[in-house]
């Protein structure tokens, strides 16, 4: 049930995307996805709702966070990564809880 | 945008990298020895880690000092007996339960929803609340939607209700939300946990700023982490580290998804339908705030008060004598493991189940069985 996959949107028709999951297509709502989807993206999924877009440079980002705590490993320095995650986040500030 | 080469059809590929798994599973051997002593636990609150875990065989290059263990993930296996009852009381009423497929053999105190299947009830597996939805168009009948599990699945519920459902729909909700359910974790006496990973899905709506007042509570850190092997051997480095600087705070180990302050559109779809209230987790016991329901707005949508649930006429059960031995409360709580259980894959089964933890594909006794939770290669090489 709590599956969240990402997948490749390969179609969009109206509220309703269909997704490439590993090559099985499925279709997902787009109702409550955080940003405009388009063909190509890739977006996460949860049980039939489009979650977030993933954008293509957050990949790189992400690789290059992993290699940042790798670093961060061998020179003990938690400090700078640190203010890598704080990166990470949109920095609009706020509570996510509403 | 301009599209990048995706390194053939499937980026998360990138996040399965063996040679970067192998350097972070040396890094954690590094940090964990750094910290000298045994055992350092981590606690996961996901199913969809504890599979990625087990499938991948994480365990087997993490060092035996560290401990990581799955709390109370599984949404399947959270669903309180007396809301199983509820469903099964509604079916046998005559009203068409909709779920999600585990919870079909989850057993309520009395029968489950397969059991009541099997007496002749209508119920109907879905995949997704609008094939509910959808039953409830097509048909004239009552449709109840059964509707359990975390954040992820409640924003899909919120979802659907602000889409709008037809008059013969309404929701038998069983949700719940999982910070404050780490807040109960995190307190029994004597809790060895030192350190949590966060469901990067969930997060993925809340934002990794909802952990930060846990993280004040407890002193004890929390790394959100997604879903691929990388993801997680990186999350667990982070958390080592964090262990050992004693330095808790929130790190966000999954960018790609989560963001401090999450999903709004999802969170204000969940918030607009769903408030918090208190309410009972099984395994874990009561969760002050560690439960959704229905705002009074949608009440008219709320199985509860459109149905007089009866559920003290269901038939009386005699359960498995051997059901008492079931540590399914104690694994949930991390202070247990499947293998502590006499009954593990001996009397208790994927095919003859004892508790909700063997029923689901996201119990930690069903996913062990499956993969094999703490395979022992460090004796191979
Ligand atoms: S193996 Fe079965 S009886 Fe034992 S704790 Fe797990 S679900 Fe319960």
């Not at chain 1, 890739?42 to 049980?47: E, P, R």
């Not at chain 2, 109840?144 to 699945?153: I, K, L, N, P, S």
């Not at chain 2, 009972?280 to 949608?298: D, K, Q, T």
């Not at chain 2, 247990?336 to 009954?343: H, N, R, T, V, Y």
Request: charged fraction near 20%; proline fraction near 6%.
């Amino acid at each position: 049930m709590c599956l969240g996959v990402p997948g490749r949107v390969v179609a969009i028709e109206g509220h309703t995307a269909t997704v490439d999951f590993w090559g099985v297509r499925r279709q997902v709502l787009l109702d409550i996805v955080d940003e405009p989807v388009s063909v190509g993206d890739y977006v996460l999924n949860h049980v039939g709702y489009a979650i977030r877009r993933i954008p293509d440079d957050e990949i790189a980002e992400t690789l290059a966070l992993f290699e940042a705590v790798l670093a961060g490993q061998e020179s003990g320095d938690l400090l700078a990564d640190g203010v890598r995650s704080e990166i990470a986040g949109t920095g609009a500030g706020g509570d996510g809880d509403a | 945008m301009a599209t990048p080469d995706r390194e053939g059809p499937f980026r998360e590929a990138a996040f399965r990298d063996p040679a970067r798994a192998s350097a972070m599973s040396g890094a954690i051997a590094k940090a964990v020895s750094a910290l000298g002593r045994s055992p350092v636990t981590v606690m996961h609150v996901c199913g969809s880690h504890e599979q990625a875990i087990a499938k991948y065989g994480l365990r087997a290059v993490l060092p035996r000092e560290l401990h990581v263990i799955m709390g109370p993930g599984c949404p399947v296996c959270v669903t309180d007996a007396p809301e199983v009852d509820e469903g099964v009381a509604l079916a046998l009423q005559g009203a068409h339960v909709a779920t999600y497929g585990d919870m079909l053999r989850v057993p309520g105190s009395s029968l489950s929803l397969a059991d009541a299947q099997a007496e002749g009830a209508r119920v109907h597996l879905v995949y997704s609340v609008d094939q509910a939805v959808g039953l409830a168009r097509r048909i004239r009948g009552e449709v109840v939607f059964f509707a359990t599990g975390f954040e992820t699945t409640a924003v899909a519920t919120a979802a659907a209700v602000s889409r709008g459902v037809p008059s013969n729909f309404s929701i038998l909700c069983a949700h719940k939300y999982i910070p404050p359910a780490m807040d109960v974790v995190a307190g029994i006496p004597g809790s060895k946990v030192e350190g949590f990973l966060a469901a990067g899905h969930a997060a993925t709506i809340t934002g990794w700023s909802v952990f930060e007042p846990f993280v004040a509570r407890h002193r004890l850190p929390v790394v959100v982490a997604g879903f691929e092997p990388l993801d997680i051997l990186a999350a667990l480095l982070r958390a080592v580290e964090r262990i050992r600087a004693g330095s808790p705070r929130v790190d966000n180990v999954y960018p790609r998804c989560v963001t401090k302050d999450g999903n709004r559109r999802a969170q204000e779809a969940m918030w607009r339908v769903f408030e918090r209230a208190d309410g009972r987790w099984r395994g874990i016991g009561e969760v002050p705030g560690g439960s959704l329901r229905l705002r009074e707005a949608f009440g008219g949508l709320d199985a509860r008060r459109r149905f007089a649930i009866d559920a003290t006429g269901l038939p009386a059960r005699t359960p498995r004598p051997d059901a008492a031995q079931c540590l399914c409360g104690a694994i949930m709580s991390g202070i247990a493991s499947p293998g502590d259980c006499p009954l593990y894959a001996d009397a208790c089964t994927p095919e003859h189940p004892v508790g909700a933890c063997m029923v689901s594909s996201e119990g930690t006794c069903r996913i062990w069985h499956e993969y094999g939770g703490h395979p022992d290669l460090g004796d191979i090489t």
